[in-house]
C-alpha cells in the first residue's frame, strides 16, 4: 500500500531507499514491511508498506517489484539500504540492478560484537574489537588501507582464528556494501543504516497503539501517519525555501541560501569547519566523501572557492537538495494510479 502523498514525495525524491520489517502491529502476527526514503530537509517519509506472509525471497521479490510499478521506468533510485535478511539480497539486485545495496553498519557492528563475545567469552575484548581494529577496517578510505587494516587486524587477532573466520566468511564477503572505500563512491546522502527504517518502526508503533490490529485499522492509522508527516515535510520544505537559515551562511555559501535546503546548508558548514581544521593539509586529507556520496562540495572545493574569493553555485550542489517543491501529478500510463481516488491510497 502506498498514499498519494507517498507517490508524489517518492516520485520527488527517489534516489534513497531504506527497507526493514517489524513485527507486532497485526492481529495476523505477520511482517510489516516498511519502505521509507528521505528528503531534502533530512526527513523521513514512509514510501509504502507491506504485510507479508514471510521474509522469503519470494516475498521481497513481490514487494519490490510493486515499488518498481509505483516508481515508474523513468526514474531509479542510486541506493538502496538494509539489513543482512537474505531474502533480500537477490531480490534487490534483480529489481533495481542499477542502484547500489548497502548493508546496515549499526546492524553489523551489533552482530560482530556479539558473535565475537560468543567466540572469546569475553565482553570487553569483543567491544574492544568492534571498536578497534574492526572500527578501522570498516572506516577505511581507500582500498589500500583497508588491505593494511585488514592485515593489522588478522596479526592482532591471530590467536583467534574463529573471528578472522566468522568476520571474512560472513560480513568481508559483502565488503562493497558497507566499508567506507567503496561506499564513498555510491550518493547515498550519508545513509549508511537503517536508522531511518527503523525510527519510522517506533513512529509507527505509537501511532497504532496496539499489536493486533486488522488490515483495516492498521491501514486506518498509517493512513493518518503519512498524512501528518507529510505535512510536516511541506512546512520543512517552505522554511529552506522562505526563511534564512539559523546557521551562518556567508562566504562562500551565501548564494546558496533559499535555493538549497538547511539541512544541506547545516552540512556545508560542517565541511567548512572541517577545512580550517585541516588547514593546509586540506587538499591531501580531504578525501572528497561528501562530493562522492552527497554531492556536495567538499571541503577542498571550498578551500579553493575562498582563496579565489568565488561563491559556491547552485549547480554544485546535486538537485536533491535544490528541489524544495514536491513534484505533484506527475504519473505514468501504466504505473495503476489513473483509475485510483486521489483520497484513496494506492495498492500494488
Not at 546496515?104 to 567466540?119: A, G, L, S
Not at 561506499?183 to 519510522?200: D, P, Q
Not at 491501514?219 to 510536516?232: D, F, P, Y
Request: hydrophobic share 35%.
Amino acid at each position: 500500500m502506498a498514499h498519494p502523498e507517498s507517490v508524489d514525495m517518492f516520485r520527488t525524491y527517489h534516489w534513497y531507499i531504506g527497507i526493514d520489517s517489524t513485527y507486532k502491529t497485526n492481529k495476523y502476527k505477520m511482517p510489516f514491511v516498511e519502505i521509507v526514503g528521505m528528503t531534502p530537509c533530512n526527513n523521513n517519509f514512509k514510501i509504502a508498506y507491506a504485510i507479508v506472509k514471510d521474509e522469503t525471497e519470494g516475498s521481497y521479490r513481490w514487494i519490490l517489484q510493486r515499488l518498481k510499478i509505483l516508481l515508474g521506468d523513468d526514474l531509479n533510485p542510486t541506493v538502496v539500504v538494509s539489513d543482512r535478511e537474505l531474502g533480500l539480497l537477490k531480490p534487490i539486485q534483480e529489481v533495481f540492478p542499477q542502484a547500489a545495496h548497502l548493508l546496515c553498519t549499526w546492524h553489523i557492528n551489533k552482530d560482530v560484537e556479539d558473535r565475537v563475545y560468543r567466540i572469546i567469552g569475553d565482553k570487553g575484548l569483543a567491544s574492544k574489537f568492534k571498536n578497534g581494529k574492526w572500527r578501522t577496517i570498516l572506516e577505511s578510505l581507500t582500498i589500500e588501507e583497508y588491505e593494511t587494516n585488514l592485515m593489522m587486524m588478522k596479526e592482532k587477532m591471530s590467536r583467534f582464528k574463529g573471528v578472522i573466520s566468522y568476520v571474512e566468511e560472513t560480513w568481508l564477503v559483502h565488503k562493497e556494501k558497507f566499508v567506507v572505500a567503496w561506499t564513498k563512491e555510491f550518493l547515498h546522502f550519508g545513509n549508511t543504516t537503517t536508522c531511518r527504517v527503523e525510527s519510522e518502526h517506533a513512529s509507527l508503533k505509537q501511532w497504532l497503539n496496539t499489536a493486533t490490529g486488522s488490515l483495516d485499522t492498521v491501514w486506518q492509522k498509517v493512513h493518518k501517519q503519512i498524512e501528518s508527516q507529510a505535512t510536516n515535510i511541506r512546512y520543512m520544505l517552505e522554511q529552506s525555501r522562505l526563511r534564512q537559515s539559523v546557521t551562518f551562511t556567508g562566504r562562500p555559501l551565501s548564494q546558496l541560501v533559499f535555493k538549497v535546503s538547511h539541512y544541506c546548508l547545516q552540512l556545508l558548514n560542517q565541511e567548512l569547519e572541517r577545512m580550517r581544521g585541516l588547514s593546509h593539509e586540506v587538499y591531501v586529507r580531504c578525501g572528497c566523501v561528501l562530493r562522492t556520496s552527497h554531492k556536495i562540495p567538499c571541503a577542498c572545493e571550498l578551500k579553493r572557492a575562498c582563496d579565489l574569493e568565488q561563491m559556491i553555485s547552485s549547480e554544485s550542489v546535486h538537485v536533491f537538495w535544490r528541489t524544495l517543491l514536491i513534484n505533484h501529478g506527475h504519473t505514468d500510463e501504466n504505473d495503476g494510479r489513473n483509475d485510483l481516488n486521489e483520497e484513496q491510497p494506492a495498492i500494488f
